[in-house]
């Protein structure tokens, strides 16, 4: 056997089993002793580096990291101011200090991170569970700060600074704070700013919105967000491993850019007097407590009739945006949040110029004059009835005084306002064949109620314009099959003529319908924004970016033979003996014209278990007659008559947009 191995050469004896094995020779022995030795030498040299670097120079290492490490900051930029149409400030920037969370730089555990919390809470006054919920939303994202705070005092900025090493996480930043110089005048209008929800993030994080960012909530500042807004800078700064700046002041990589002014339609002048004008009829209506001692709010809106541009908006009872800056107060918060305390402060938060629908009464009348004009059912020299009572159909229908008794025309009509006269035309369409439809309803339609009038703060309500089949949809379903009592009976069109029964308008709503009988038939749009500017040098003017011109009025195509005749019913309303407000616009040096209107509805009275029916002050018109520049539309809730309470709310506006005064016989009238 060892014969035969000296003889192959083999270094090892042979395997029967096996026909050819493998071979190790002396030369492929020596190569893995040399590749064994290779990678010996190099993972010495590879543990000496490593021990070089841990324990020579290990502290040395661990002192450049802690001073090297760098943060991106995001430098936020303040809003633009909004004017009004001459150029007032009617919002602004402050700056202030906001309280930022890093949440990667908070304690690593539950318990020490619930610790600095508290801590924190304390100071800033936010409560834990929101800053836990702030933190959650962040959660897949821990290096974009979390905003705990915004506008904090002085003394909670000094106790931060001498703290730092107790609040690991928490760094102060530079922040802008909205300030409205007019306090709560055109609240509704103008909106107010708030932390980003998760829904507006999701739809907005392509357009580079981030988690942290405020923007516009409602009004004014949330439908051009885009523009008020500016464009955050970019700042880098040195922190050490907790996170402490190393030095005193970042360096700026990108500066921010402020957004851009945004001038409205609105005039402040006119926009103060329409307020105090609602205070003044809610007063005037108390004056009176068998008719208006309920009363507790209202709306006024006034147009240029021309192009829609909306020159005031006031809604009472109204808020101070402020209450949304800085650090929130729950209790001057709870009634624009909690629905209980809203209701007992009669809803502060609604714009009741476009978010309310009242019944409109007899400022609804000039509707159906058109329409059974159009229709041929009336002309403007047809003689009907005035009469104290109406009765149809086994049912009487009251007019609101029982002092008429007298053959009149379409334009006495308007101007007494008499009640009975329009019963007969809403008659007058119930007994329309079929095949005619609801042509009341299709001209009111087409006059813009029942539709949002595409105010540009969006926002609004359509109202209710009531036909047979919004009645089945509502109350039965088509086909109405047993609900007979609920399918539309005549007195529905008959009250419908008076603006009665379920139909519901905003005050937007028909002050752009007086717009139209002012301008000669044509439909605007209301507007409130008029450009967006830049600001220039001091004391140069600044430049307009991009203009919001006005939509072309529609014409909706009324015989302007009718819409003349129903132009001086409203001008006799105003001026002639027989008038329901010429005791308010009779000595007026303008020539105002217009109409009053008291709408019945059942309300809640808070204390009353019952809804009782109280009157809905209504006054709408224009002036001058012969030109018309101006249209006011005012509500007072609960008024009473409209030439009690709403006329004189209105006259004010008109007082101040033309500079003159009147002087005022009052005569308390529908």
């Known amino acids: 056997m060892a014969e035969t191995a000296r003889r192959s050469g083999r270094f090892l004896p042979g395997d029967p089993r096996v026909a050819e094995p493998y071979r190790l020779t002396p030369q492929l022995a020596l190569r893995v002793a040399v590749l064994g030795f290779l990678a010996l030498a190099l993972f010495a040299v590879l543990f000496l580096r490593l021990w070089a670097l841990q ?36 919002v602004r920037n402050v700056p202030g200090t906001r309280v930022e969370l890093w949440p990667s730089d908070l304690p690593k555990t539950w318990p020490a991170q619930r610790a600095e919390l508290r ?45 730092q090493d107790a609040f690991p996480g928490v760094r102060l930043a530079e922040s802008f704070l909205r300030q409205y110089p007019y306090q709560s005048l055109a609240a509704q209008v103008l909106g107010y700013v708030g932390q980003i929800s998760p829904e507006d993030y999701k739809r907005l994080k392509k357009k580079g919105y981030e988690a942290s960012d405020s923007i516009g909530q409602s009004g004014i ?90 020159l005031a908006m006031a809604s009472n009872p109204t808020y101070k945006p402020s209450v949304w800056v800085g650090r929130k107060d729950p209790q001057k918060l709870a009634p624009l949040l909690n ?77 007494m306002s008499c009640d009975t006269f329009f019963y007969q035309l809403g008659d007058d369409f119930y007994r329309l064949p079929p095949n005619r439809g609801h042509p009341l309803q299709a001209w009111a339609n087409r ?25 089945c949809k509502t109350f039965g379903g088509p086909p109405c099959k047993g609900y007979v009592d609920r399918i539309w009976k005549p007195g529905y069109s008959i009250q419908l003529a008076i603006g009665q029964g379920d139909l519901l308008v905003t005050p937007l709503q028909m002050a752009r319908f007086y717009a139209l009988v002012a301008n000669g038939g ?37 015989d302007p033979t009718a819409l003349r005749y129903v132009q001086l019913g409203l001008e006799e309303a105003t001026h002639s003996p027989i008038g329901t407000s010429s005791g308010v616009f009779g000595n007026f040096p303008v020539d105002i014209a217009g109409k009053t209107g008291s709408a019945e509805k059942f309300v809640h009275v808070h204390g009353l278990t019952n809804p009782i029916k109280l009157n809905q002050s209504w006054w709408c018109g224009y002036g001058p007659f012969d030109a018309p520049k101006i249209v006011v539309c005012a509500v007072i809730e609960n008024g009473g008559h409209g030439g009690s309470a709403a006329a004189p709310a209105a006259l004010q506006v008109f007082e101040q947009y033309f500079g003159k005064q009147a002087n005022v016989v009052q005569k308390a009238s529908d």
């Not at 007992?344 to 004059?369: C, I, M, W």
């Not at 009572?389 to 007019?399: D, E, R």
């Not at 006059?447 to 314009?465: H, N, R």
């Open 55 to 90: 324990i020579l120079s290990g502290q040395r290492y661990l002192a450049q990291a802690n001073d090297n490490r760098v943060r991106t900051l995001r430098l936020e930029a303040p809003r633009g101011p909004i004017l009004d149409a001459d150029g007032r400030v009617l």
């Open 119 to 163: 801590k924190l809470a304390y100071v800033t006054g936010v409560p834990v569970k929101e800053i836990v919920a702030d933190l959650a939303k962040h959660g897949d994202d821990p290096v974009t700060p979390v905003v705990v705070q915004r506008g904090i005092k002085r003394q909670q900025i000094y106790y931060l600074l001498e703290h």
């Open 221 to 310: 500042e949330r439908t051009y967000d885009a523009y008020l807004r500016g464009k955050d800078g970019k700042a880098q700064l040195t922190v050490d491993s907790r996170g402490r700046p190393k030095t005193t002041a970042a360096t700026t990589q990108v500066p921010w850019t402020p957004g851009d002014a945004l001038r409205l339609t609105i005039n402040i002048k006119l926009q103060r007097a329409a307020e105090r004008a609602l205070t003044y009829g809610i007063n005037l209506a108390h004056s009176n407590p068998l008719e208006g001692g309920y009363a507790d709010g209202g709306a006024i809106v006034a147009l240029d009739p021309n192009d829609g541009a909306v």
């Open 339 to 415: 629905p209980r305390v809203a209701e007992k402060d009669n809803h502060p938060a609604l714009n009741r110029a476009t978010q309310v629908g009242y019944p409109p009464g007899s400022t609804f009348k000039p509707v159906t004059a058109l329409a059974a004009m159009q229709e041929h059912l009336l002309t403007p020299f047809t003689q009907l009835l005035c009469s104290p009572t109406y009765t149809a159909y086994g049912q009487p229908f009251n007019n609101w005084t029982p002092d008429i008794d007298q053959w009149i025309d379409l334009r006495a009509a308007l101007a």
């Open 447 to 471: 006059f813009g109620f029942g539709e949002t009038t595409g105010l540009d703060i969006g926002g609004e309500i359509a109202g209710v314009m009531p036909t047979p089949e919004w009645r």
């Open 522 to 558: 044509k439909l605007v749009t209301p507007h409130l924004a008029a450009d967006v500017e830049q600001p220039g040098a001091p004391h140069q003017p600044r430049r307009v970016l991009r203009r919001f011109g006005a939509q072309p009025p529609l014409s909706v195509g009324v």
